[in-house]
Structures are given as structure tokens and as C-alpha cells.
């Protein structure tokens, strides 16, 4: 039984683009890593011919270190994950609710797809944070080291935004039901 409205065409378009979005994330995030990788080891060779004058060993520090996650993406990710929230068992949940009253199962599957557009972001506040990083190592555009750590945490907390309510909600003592990471396609 498929919902009419807003809430169907969010949940059919989140159902629908959510593999491909994640393959054309791992294809970008494939190719970032190579040019990164190009790029540290450019800056490493004019390091090596300008002496003092060339680029800092910081910046090349971290682009290289760019270049690793981004190649090896998906796993920083979930590694951080672990980190913050410690190892949370697959199919683990939150609960959730809203002040409306009773709850259908249209609105935990819209609720699915939100969820899943805050996932989204969370990745891209992450993968971000790596630029951020090099900036602030290379002293540009007003970037710092609290701006780029600001990033990966927040990108972290909404790539497991269920993570985060399940933990905010057991530190409260709040539970009014249960949202899982089902599969709603």
C-alpha cells in the first residue's frame, strides 16, 4: 500500500535513489582519493625543488591523509562510528515519536526517509571535514582545526543520526517507540 502525498513521493525518492547515491558516492570518493593522492605527491616533489619556499609539510601531511580516507571510504566512517557510540549491533534502533498523537506505519517510513537525507548530509558534512583539515594546515580560507573536527563530528553523528537518538534517548530516559534501520524499499 503505497501513501499518497509529500510523504510517498519522499519515501519513493529516497527508496529509489539511496543505491545509486551510494554508488556514485564510492566512485567519487574513489577518484577525490586518486586526485588527492596526485596532488600530495606534487606537493612533495615542489617541497623538494623550492626547499623552505615550497608547500608546508603539514599541508602534505594532510592531503595525503585525505587522499587514505577518501580511498578507503566507508570504513573511516563506520571506524569513527564505533569510536563515539562503541559497537552498536546491526538492526539497532531508536525510539521517536511526535506530539500528533497515534502513528502509522506511513509516518515511520517518512520518518525512515528523513532519516536517511540526515545520513546523507552527515556524509557530506564528513567527507568536507578532509578539505577543511587541509586548509587549516596550510593556513587558507579562515580554516582551522576546530572547524574541520566540528565537521567530522557532525558528519559522523548524522551518518548514525539512529545512533545518536538511541543514545541521547537512553542518557534521558526517553522512549516512546521503536524506529529500526529497516529497509523500507
Not at 596526485?38 to 626547499?51: D, I, K, T, V
Not at 594532510?62 to 562503541?86: H, K, M
Not at 506530539?99 to 548530509?121: F, H, M, N, P, T
Not at 582545526?145 to 526517553?174: E, P, S, Y
Request: net charge negative; aromatic share 10%.
Amino acid at each position: 500500500m503505497e501513501s499518497q502525498g509529500v510523504g510517498g513521493a519522499l519515501i519513493s525518492l529516497v527508496a529509489n535513489l539511496m543505491p545509486e547515491a551510494r554508488a556514485l558516492l564510492s566512485i567519487v570518493c574513489y577518484l577525490l582519493g586518486g586526485v588527492l593522492f596526485l596532488a600530495a605527491l606534487l606537493r612533495l616533489m615542489r617541497s623538494g625543488e623550492e626547499g623552505l619556499r615550497g608547500p608546508s609539510g603539514y599541508g602534505t601531511a594532510a592531503t595525503f591523509l585525505a587522499a587514505i580516507v577518501f580511498l578507503t571510504f566507508p570504513q573511516w566512517l563506520d571506524a569513527w562510528g564505533e569510536t563515539l557510540f562503541g559497537a552498536v549491533p546491526k538492526g539497532a534502533g531508536a525510539s521517536l515519536a511526535y506530539a500528533g498523537g497515534e502513528r502509522s506505519g506511513d509516518y515511520e517510513r517518512v520518518l525512515w526517509a528523513v532519516l536517511k537525507i540526515v545520513e546523507a548530509v552527515g556524509v557530506l558534512a564528513f567527507l568536507k571535514s578532509w578539505f577543511v583539515l587541509r586548509d587549516a594546515a596550510d593556513e587558507r580560507n579562515g580554516a582551522t582545526l576546530g572547524k574541520a573536527f566540528a565537521h567530522m563530528i557532525g558528519g559522523v553523528c548524522g551518518w548514525h543520526i539512529i545512533w545518536v537518538i538511541d543514545r541521547v534517548q537512553n542518557t534521558l530516559g526517553i522512549a516512546p517507540f521503536n524506529i529500526s534501520e529497516g529497509n523500507w524499499t
